[in-house]
């Protein structure tokens, strides 16, 4: 699946004024890419994510998955677009309080009206995979916050989306469970091949990625590639910026 | 004041969660209001119209033979302590027309009340237009609105004789008063259009010359009672047909059903109070729960308990206020037209004022106390949370113990309801229900779980789950709408009896016929010599004032009757009087009807003040009986009515005949008895069966009023929750779910909290009006157990349509949201 954003510009108004979050972006993702977006606060990273998602279109310009321009579709397509393709995970987990662990997991595929016994096994296949099989039938609130996120990416692939959209997805975490979350993002890349976009102001956890692609005043900085360049000395540079 | 700013600002900032809230204030004061108003104005307007008619005369001279000479009156005019007097003459005439007459039902007869002085202080009556002549007949505001009759307009009368008059011409209008018996509605046939002419006229129309059928008399007030009746008595001794009595009132209003009216209205009006509070309680539990975090923060920076408490209360007394100003105004209109169709099911057009001032206050207090009173549980709870709980966002602690007490105490005011005989028994019902109703939400929750998932599929199984582990938000508005339900079914089922009960009564074959003064033995022989007149008996009917037990006013009108002969018009009654009539033997003993005796507030064995011919009388309450709908009477011996009461003279008789309608009939068709009201049994039930369908209407209405309340009380917690849930909504839409899915969810939820206020309601209603039956609410009156099926699926559809509908709104806001904006949504 290949990702491509054209020219593409996000404007909100902020009172009076309008803003751009993103001016005429430009970027390609291809399939089974971990893609680490990267800069600083208010840079556009997150809405970014969200119009590649479907959450949301663009003011100008066009999102394309697999030559689909996204703002041709209508509601309900992109709807079903998004529970077909996408998985979503979030900073702060997003999971309902109401649902137990396995209906939280199971959400998307309840939206698809799968049969309950395909439910019940993928759940519990992907809950196994997460090491939450003995939380199954637990409420969110009584998980730490590594399980809770394991919970949200387990949700995230539940209907087997083409790709994972992860927006700052170890933000809430500390380091040893954040690392947790990264590993387990990289075996799901490398084992399932799946295509992973993550935004992160963290640089620890850009490095999981095999691109990065920086990101400042809505408009990519720079795109770089492990077999391109060296990651490390972009995170470097990327690092002075932030702590300037 | 920078609080009060703050308080003020925050009102602002969340504009639907105030307007919701400043609603259910309004709900609250209005309901208060309009059922206080109401009750006091209806009260205020018996009494006045009581005085009206009791106290306009002090004596009444009439005779045995009926009509008497007319040169009695000014014998009786020059009697020592007589102020003024007016002679008096009353029948009824078929009529042809009204000129102007605008009214599709028209008058079939008219009753002409001939007065030898209409400018006479003893009528008191109050031209509006037009002035009194020597010929012209006076007709009364109520009349020519209604008709569309002017001074100067004809009034026609179908000839009955050579030198009777064709037409008579309107020569004033009058303010309304108790004398004429007019409807301020186009009443049906049965009923006579009164109206006053000049006594010559009267006496022309009948042919009856220098005849009068009473002379009412005022007093001189200086000159004791008894040396006015002892000179009146001189007056007349020369003829023994004549007799002296003191007045009684002469009306035909029946207020029926009257104490039931206001146990209603006040239940209904406390549910308005409950309902309000328990939204007021609902919104407020919801804004401080999600203010926790804000809570704890103000904590960490030093806040104390009191002063969170503060923070809380200070918005709700500012929004308490808002909503008591627009209360009272929303108040004060509905208690304006209820009113006003009120009094127009009583059929009277007495002018009445509104009694708004204490209403007013009892309502602002209510207002303001109330709310802060619903709200202080979740604003006590809020301010006792601690820093790091709220800071860590862990849901609350189990409420087992204290769900435990409530479910105890519910069920004890639940059982407590049983042993009330009052419709009062409705408040801990209510309170017991509110108490048990998580347990039976779940319950019925349960049992509608394959109904929800059939109609709204996977989006339904998903909103029953959640709703099961968030039910109390779901719990208040369901117990709101159950409790209109509750009323709803109970009052149609009431009313279903009713009906059936007149339906089976309506068929003694008997007609009553009413005279304006004592029957003469002529007048029984002439009755007998009708054809198709089995049998006559004669008894006393008279309209007398009593006071309830604790009160000082002669506020309400006894219909009293002789006991001996009662009977005939009522079957039902005849065996449960039976047992009475040796007691009764005993003087100054009564027996009331059920609806009396509960209004009278005393038991048996106590004493009963009436207001009678003799002066004020204490009889002995001895038992009470049933009379269908026919309520509003008292029984005594004839021999207490004639020794005691001072009403020797039988003014009713009752014709046993084969076929009424023919012999009434008939006896319209005679025209110069001194006739007041012919009435047959089917009659009486038809008028009755009418008040009744006008008096259940207004408590319908009221009661639909409530449920509308109540889908406010909905809409509001479906708001809360659309905005509590806002996030979640959002990451559903985001993983997937579409925007119909999301209104399927939540009209699932709405489904849910309509059905298990339809089954609860119904079966909290059924059973209400079953143990009615069984416990002998009204004892031996035969009030049946009827299941009103259409009035049941009407509820159930009036619930759950009700319900979907107020979710309507939350959820086209809900997924109008945008998906980025929902899940940043705090």
């Known amino acids: ?244 | 004041m920078q609080s009060w700013r703050v308080s003020w600002r925050n009102i602002k900032d969340k504009k639907v969660r105030s307007i919701l809230t400043i609603l259910a204030i309004v709900i609250g004061v209005a309901s208060t209001l309009a059922t206080i108003s109401m009750v006091q104005t209806t009260n205020k307007w018996i009494h006045s119209f009581t005085v009206d008619a009791f106290g306009r005369f002090d004596w009444l001279v009439s005779s045995e033979k009926g009509a008497f000479d007319e040169r009695w009156v000014k014998e009786l005019q020059a009697a020592n302590g007589v102020e003024s007097a007016v002679a008096e003459m009353a029948f009824v005439r078929p009529l042809d027309r009204i000129e102007g007459d605008n009214q599709e039902v028209p008058f079939e007869n008219i009753r002409l009340i001939g007065v030898s002085d209409l400018a006479s202080p003893v009528l008191d009556l109050k031209v509006v237009e037009g002035q009194f002549t020597s010929s012209g007949l006076v007709i009364d505001q109520v009349t020519s609105q209604l008709r569309g009759v002017d001074v100067g307009d004809r009034i026609y009368l179908k000839a009955t004789s050579p030198n009777a008059s064709s037409y008579l011409e309107v020569a004033a209008i009058i303010e309304n008063t108790s004398q004429l018996n007019n409807s301020r509605q186009a009443r049906d046939r049965l009923y006579p259009v009164d109206v006053f002419v000049p006594l010559a006229v009267a006496q022309q129309i009948t042919n009856v010359d220098e005849q009068v059928h009473a002379v009412m008399l005022i007093s001189d007030k200086s000159v004791s009672s008894d040396q006015v009746k002892r000179s009146l008595e001189r007056a007349i001794s020369s003829d023994p047909a004549l007799y002296v009595q003191r007045s009684v009132a002469d009306t035909q209003l029946a207020v029926r059903g009257l104490g039931e009216l206001y146990q209603t209205l006040y239940v209904i009006g406390g549910l308005g109070l409950l309902i309000g509070s328990f939204i007021m309680y609902s919104t407020v539990y919801i804004n401080v729960t999600e203010r926790r975090r804000d809570f704890s923060i103000m904590k960490a920076v030093g806040y104390t308990s009191l002063q969170i408490k503060g923070h809380i209360l200070r918005e709700v007394v500012l929004l308490a206020f808002i909503g008591s100003i627009i209360g009272i105004g929303v108040g004060a209109i509905l208690a304006i037209q209820l009113q006003e169709m009120l009094l127009n099911v009583f059929g009277n057009a007495l002018p009445y004022e509104m009694a708004l001032k204490e209403a007013v206050i009892l309502s602002i207090i209510a207002g303001i106390l109330l709310p802060v009173i619903a709200v202080w549980s979740p604003v006590a709870k809020a301010s006792e949370t601690s820093i790091s709980y709220a800071l860590r966002r862990v849901d609350k602690q189990s409420e087992g113990p204290k769900r435990k007490i409530a479910l105890m105490i519910g069920l004890l005011c639940i059982i407590g309801s049983l042993f009330i005989d009052h419709m009062i028994t409705f408040l801990p019902l209510f309170i017991g229900l509110a108490l048990i109703f998580p347990y039976l939400f779940r319950i019925v929750h349960w049992t509608i779980r394959p109904l929800n998932r059939l109609i709204f599929g996977r989006e339904g199984s998903m909103s029953s789950k959640q709703m099961l582990r968030t039910s109390r938000h779901f719990m208040t508005s369901s117990t709101i709408l159950s409790f209109g339900i509750t009323m709803l079914i109970y009052i149609s089922a009431l009313g279903n009896s009713f009906y059936m009960n007149l339906e089976q009564s309506s068929s003694t074959p008997v007609v009553t016929v009413k005279y304006a003064n004592a029957i003469s033995n002529e007048q029984v022989q002439e009755l007998s010599q009708i054809q198709g007149v089995r049998q006559i008996s004669t008894y006393a009917s008279y309209f007398l004032p009593w006071k309830p037990q604790h009160t000082q006013h002669w506020t309400r009108l006894l219909e009293l009757n002789s006991a001996e002969q009662s009977f005939i018009v009522n079957q039902d009654l005849s065996s449960e009087l039976n047992k009475y009539t040796r007691l009764l033997e005993s003087p100054n003993t009564i027996v009331l009807d059920r609806e009396v005796f509960r209004e009278w507030g005393g038991k048996e064995g106590d004493i009963f003040e009436l207001e009678t011919p003799s002066g004020v009388k204490k009889l002995v309450v001895i038992g009470t009986v049933g009379w269908g709908m026919a309520n509003n009477n008292g029984f005594v011996s004839q021999r207490t009515l004639a020794e005691s009461i001072g009403l020797p003279h039988n003014n009713m008789a009752i014709l046993e005949t084969d076929n009424p309608t023919l012999l009434k009939e008939t006896l319209l068709a005679k025209h110069d008895m001194p006739i007041k009201s012919i009435g047959t049994m089917s009659d009486i039930m038809f008028l009755s069966k009418q008040q009744l369908e006008k008096t259940f209407g207004i408590i319908n209405l009221i009661i639909y009023l409530s449920i509308f309340i109540a889908a406010i009380g909905i809409m509001n917690t479906m708001f809360m929750n659309t905005v509590e849930y806002a996030r979640e909504l959002g990451m559903m839409r985001a993983v997937g779910f579409t925007r119909w899915q999301v209104v399927k969810l939540l009209l699932s939820k709405a489904f849910i909290i309509g059905a298990i206020a339809a089954v609860i309601g119904i079966l909290v209603g059924l059973g209400s009006m079953y143990l009615t039956v069984i416990q002998g609410y009204y004892l031996h009156l035969p009030i049946q157990f009827i299941i009103p099926w259409k009035d049941l699926f009407a509820a159930a559809a009036t619930s759950i349509g009700i319900s979907l509908l107020a979710c309507l709104l939350p959820a086209y806001r809900a997924v109008n949201w945008s998906i980025a904006y929902a899940m940043k949504y705090e």
């Open chain 1, 1 to 244: 699946m290949m990702i491509v954003t054209r020219q593409v510009t996000k404007t909100f108004i902020n009172g009076k004024e309008p803003f751009h979050a993103l001016h005429q972006l430009n970027i390609k993702i291809q399939k089974g890419e971990f893609v680490a977006i990267m800069g600083p606060s208010g840079a556009g990273k997150s809405t970014l994510l969200q119009l590649i998602g479907g959450l949301d279109l663009p003011t100008e310009g066009e999102v394309l998955i697999d030559d689909i321009a996204m703002h041709q579709l209508s509601e309900k397509e992109r709807t079903l677009f998004r529970r077909r393709n996408v998985g979503f995970v979030f900073q702060d987990y997003q999971l309902i309080s109401t649902l137990t662990v396995e209906e939280n997991v199971a959400l998307p595929l309840e939206a698809d009206h799968v049969s309950r016994l395909e439910i019940k096994t993928r759940v519990l296949k992907l809950l196994t995979l997460m090491g939450l099989e003995n939380q199954a039938q637990q409420f969110p609130n009584v998980l730490s916050g590594g399980q809770q996120q394991r919970v949200a990416i387990a949700r995230a692939l539940a209907a087997n989306p083409r790709f994972i959209l992860a927006d700052e997805p170890t933000g809430n975490l500390d380091r040893k469970r954040g690392t947790e979350i990264l590993q387990l993002l990289t075996k799901l890349h490398k084992e399932e091949r799946h295509t992973i976009i993550m935004v992160t102001h963290d640089i620890l956890a850009a490095g999981y990625a095999d691109r990065i692609i920086m990101i400042k005043d809505g408009s990519v900085q720079s795109d770089t590639t492990r077999e391109e360049g060296d990651t490390d000395a972009i995170l470097a540079s990327f690092m002075a910026e932030y702590k300037r």
